[in-house]
C-alpha cells in the first residue's frame, strides 16, 4: 500500500483502542500482578517486597502441588482421550456411513454447551445414590461401583470422562474436514496394493492430519490449562483436594482467602507454562514458514 | 474416495466389518446422548420418583413443574426467583458483546490486513500473546482498574471485559480472512477516492458477511457460555445464566430438588444448542475455524 501515505492515519487511528487493550490490559495488568507475586500482598495489594517467598510458599502448599499433579493426570488423558476418540469418530463416518450427518450432530452437541452445564450433567449421572450406580444395582447387580465423583482415587477421571465427552466431537469435525480433502487417487493406489481399510488410515491419513490434529490438541491442551467452571461445576476440587487445579487454587486466593500474594505467584507459574508449552510449537510453525518461504 | 473393485464399483455389502462400523457409531451415539437423555427424563420426573434411583427410567407421568420452578422459583441461596433474571442477564451481556467485537475484530482485521499502518505487526503479536495466557494473571489488577472508572460490578463493565478478551481471536480470524481478500481491490478504490471507512463499509464489510456470520456464532456461544468472567466482573444484579445454574445446583440448602436442577441445566443449554441445531454448518464451520487457526 504505496498510493498515499495520508490515508494510514485512520488506519492508525482505528487501531488506538486495540492498542490500549493489547498494551495496557494485556501487558500492564500482567505487570502489575507479576509485581504483586513478589510483594507480601494479603487482602490489599502491599509494596513491601518479600523476594520469592510467595512463590517458596506457593510450591510448600499441598494444595498447589495436588493441583498440578491433578492438572497434569487431567490434561494428559483429557487431550489423549479426544484426539483418539475424535479420530475415531472421524474414521467411522469417512466410511460412506448412512445417517452420516445425524451422527456427525450427535457427536459434536456436546461441545456447544457450557462446561458448567456438562459438569452438572456428569455430575447427576455419576451420581452414586440415584445415578448409573444406583439403576445398574436396582438391576440386579448390586455389587456394582460407579462412584467416581466422591472417590478421592477416582474423582480426576471423572472430570476427564467428562471432558472427552464435550471435546471428542471438535476433533472429530477436525479430523473428518481433513480426511475429506485427502485425494481418492491416494486411496485408490492403496486399495490396489492390497493395504488393509485400518492400515490405510493409520499410515497414510493419520501422518496427513497431523498438523490439524496437532493444531486441535494444542487447542485442548490451552483450554487445560484454563480449567475451571467444569471443576467447579463437578466437584468443586473435591473430594478432599482430588480435583484441585491451579486456576480455581488461584480464584480461590484471589477472590475468597484474600492471599494476592499467593494468587498472582500462581498465575505467573501459569504464565510460565503456557509460554513453556507453547515455545516450541510457535518456532516449528516458525521455521516450517521460514522453509517455505525459502523454497 | 471409492474402494476399488476389479470389476468396477460393487453395491455396498453387508460384511462383518460394515456391522462393526455401525456398531461403534451406535454405541458411540448412546454414550454422546445418554446424559442429554437422563437430563430430560430426570427434569419431567418428581422428587419421589427420582428417590427410586432409576436414573434412565422412562416418567411415570410427564411433569412440567420441575420447569416452571426452574425458571421462575429455584433458590440461588436464600433468594428463589428462579433462573428467568440469569437468562434475560446472558441476553443482555451477550448481543452487545457480540456485536460489539465484532465490529471491532472486523475493523482491526481490516487495518492490519490490508493498510498495515506502522507498528501493526507489534500490535498483532501483542494481541496473540495476550490471547494464549489464562486470563487469571490479568484478573486482579483488571477489577481494580474496572472499580476505578466505576464499571466493575456493572452491565457495561461485563460487556467491556467481554469484547476485550474477544479481540485476539475475533481479530485473527478477520484478519487471515482480509487477507484473501485480492489487495488491487483495495488499492483500486483508493484510486477512486475513497478512504479507510468508506473502503471498509462500502466494500469489505459486505465481502466479509460469512466471516461475520462465522464470527459471530463462535462470540456468542462462547461468550453465553462464559463462567469466569460473569462470576468476576458482572455483579449480583447481572450475574449470566452460567452462574445463577450453578448457584441452584451446587448451594442449595436442604433436600436438593434434582429435577429442577436438571430443568435449569437444560433452559441454560438451550441458547447455544438451538444456534448448533438451527444454524449447523456456520457453527461447525466456527469452531472449526476457531480451533485451526487459534
New interface residues.
Given amino acids: 500500500m504505496s498510493i498515499k501515505r495520508k490515508p494510514n492515519l485512520s488506519a492508525t487511528i482505528a487501531l488506538l483502542p486495540t492498542w490500549f487493550v493489547a498494551v495496557v490490559v494485556f501487558i500492564g495488568t500482567m505487570a502489575w500482578s507479576i509485581r504483586l507475586s513478589f510483594t507480601n500482598s494479603t487482602l490489599f495489594p502491599s509494596s513491601t517486597y518479600v523476594g520469592l517467598a510467595q512463590y517458596s510458599k506457593l510450591f510448600s502448599s499441598a494444595k498447589w502441588l495436588a493441583s498440578l499433579q491433578n492438572v497434569l493426570i487431567f490434561g494428559v488423558l483429557y487431550v489423549a482421550g479426544c484426539l483418539l476418540l475424535g479420530f475415531l469418530l472421524a474414521a467411522a463416518l469417512d466410511r460412506k456411513i448412512r445417517f452420516e450427518s445425524a451422527f456427525r450432530t450427535i457427536f459434536l452437541y456436546p461441545y456447544a454447551m457450557s462446561f458448567v452445564v456438562t459438569g452438572l450433567i456428569w455430575q447427576w449421572m455419576l451420581n452414586p445414590a440415584l445415578g448409573i450406580q444406583a439403576s445398574v444395582r436396582s438391576l440386579g447387580w448390586e455389587s456394582f461401583v460407579l462412584d467416581w465423583v466422591v472417590n478421592r482415587d477416582m474423582a480426576i477421571y471423572a472430570l476427564v470422562l467428562a471432558g472427552v465427552w464435550q471435546g471428542a466431537g471438535l476433533v472429530m469435525v477436525i479430523a473428518l474436514a481433513g480426511m475429506r480433502g485427502i485425494e481418492g487417487e491416494q486411496w485408490k493406489a492403496a486399495r490396489i496394493d492390497g493395504i488393509p481399510v485400518w492400515r490405510i488410515y493409520v499410515s497414510i491419513i493419520l501422518p496427513q492430519l497431523g498438523p490439524a490434529l496437532a493444531a486441535a490438541g494444542m487447542l485442548l491442551a490451552m483450554g487445560v490449562i484454563k480449567t475451571y467452571d467444569i471443576v467447579v461445576a463437578m466437584t468443586n476440587g473435591g473430594p478432599g483436594n482430588a480435583t484441585e487445579v491451579p486456576a480455581k487454587f488461584i480464584m480461590d486466593n484471589l477472590f475468597g482467602r484474600q492471599n494476592l500474594g499467593l494468587a498472582t505467584a500462581g498465575a505467573t507459574v501459569l504464565v510460565l507454562g503456557v509460554i513453556i508449552a507453547v515455545a516450541p510449537f510457535r518456532y516449528i510453525m516458525h521455521m516450517r514458514d521460514k522453509a517455505k518461504g525459502a523454497a | 474416495?471409492?474402494?476399488?473393485h476389479p470389476n468396477g464399483p460393487k453395491p455396498?455389502q453387508i460384511t462383518a466389518?460394515r456391522i462393526g462400523?455401525?456398531a461403534?457409531?451406535v454405541v458411540?451415539?448412546l454414550?454422546?446422548?445418554?446424559?442429554?437423555y437422563?437430563?430430560v427424563v430426570?427434569s419431567l420426573k418428581s422428587m419421589p420418583e427420582?428417590?427410586?434411583?432409576?436414573?434412565?427410567?422412562l416418567p411415570a407421568t410427564l411433569d412440567f413443574s420441575a420447569w416452571a420452578t426452574a425458571w421462575s422459583g429455584a433458590c440461588m441461596g436464600t433468594v428463589c426467583v428462579g433462573i428467568r433474571s440469569g437468562f434475560w442477564n446472558s441476553v443482555a451481556i451477550t448481543l452487545p458483546s457480540v456485536a460489539l467485537s465484532v465490529f471491532?475484530g472486523a475493523?482491526?482485521g481490516y487495518?492490519?490486513s490490508?493498510?498495515?499502518?506502522?507498528?501493526?505487526n507489534l500490535?498483532f503479536g501483542?494481541?496473540m500473546?495476550?490471547g494464549?495466557?489464562?486470563?487469571?494473571?490479568?484478573?486482579?489488577?483488571?477489577v481494580?482498574?474496572m472499580a476505578n472508572i466505576d464499571l466493575y460490578n456493572s452491565l457495561a463493565g461485563i460487556i467491556l471485559v467481554h469484547v476485550?478478551f474477544g479481540?485476539p481471536l475475533v481479530?485473527l480470524l478477520f484478519r487471515n480472512y482480509f487477507l484473501s481478500v485480492p489487495?488491487e481491490l483495495?488499492?483500486a478504490a483508493?484510486?477512486d477516492g475513497a478512504?479507510?471507512?468508506r473502503i471498509f463499509f462500502e466494500i469489505m464489510l459486505p465481502i466479509a458477511v460469512p466471516m461475520v456470520v462465522v464470527v459471530s456464532m463462535l462470540q456468542f456461544?462462547g461468550i453465553?457460555?462464559?463462567?469466569?468472567l460473569g462470576l468476576?466482573f458482572a455483579g449480583r444484579d447481572n450475574l449470566p445464566m452460567?452462574v445463577q445454574?450453578?448457584n441452584i445446583?451446587?448451594t442449595t440448602m436442604g433436600e436438593r430438588t434434582?429435577n429442577v436442577?436438571?430443568a435449569a441445566?437444560i433452559l441454560?443449554?438451550i441458547v447455544?444448542?438451538a444456534?448448533?441445531?438451527l444454524s449447523?454448518r456456520w457453527?461447525?464451520r466456527g469452531?472449526?475455524a476457531g480451533?485451526?487457526k487459534?
Fill in positions: 474416495m471409492a474402494r476399488l455396498a466389518g462400523l455401525y461403534f457409531l458411540a451415539a454414550f454422546f446422548l445418554l446424559p442429554l437422563t437430563m430426570t427420582i428417590r427410586l434411583g432409576q436414573i434412565f427410567a471491532i475493523v482491526n487495518a492490519l490490508l493498510w498495515r499502518p506502522r507498528g501493526a500490535l501483542l494481541l500473546a495476550g494464549l495466557i489464562p486470563y487469571q494473571i490479568f484478573l486482579y489488577p483488571m481494580r482498574a476485550i479481540l481479530t489487495e483495495c488499492k483508493r484510486v478512504g479507510f471507512w456461544t453465553w457460555n462464559d463462567f469466569l468476576v452460567t445454574l450453578n445446583v451446587n434434582y436442577n436438571m441445566t441454560t443449554a447455544p444448542l444456534i448448533y441445531f449447523g457453527f461447525v469452531i472449526a480451533a485451526v487459534g
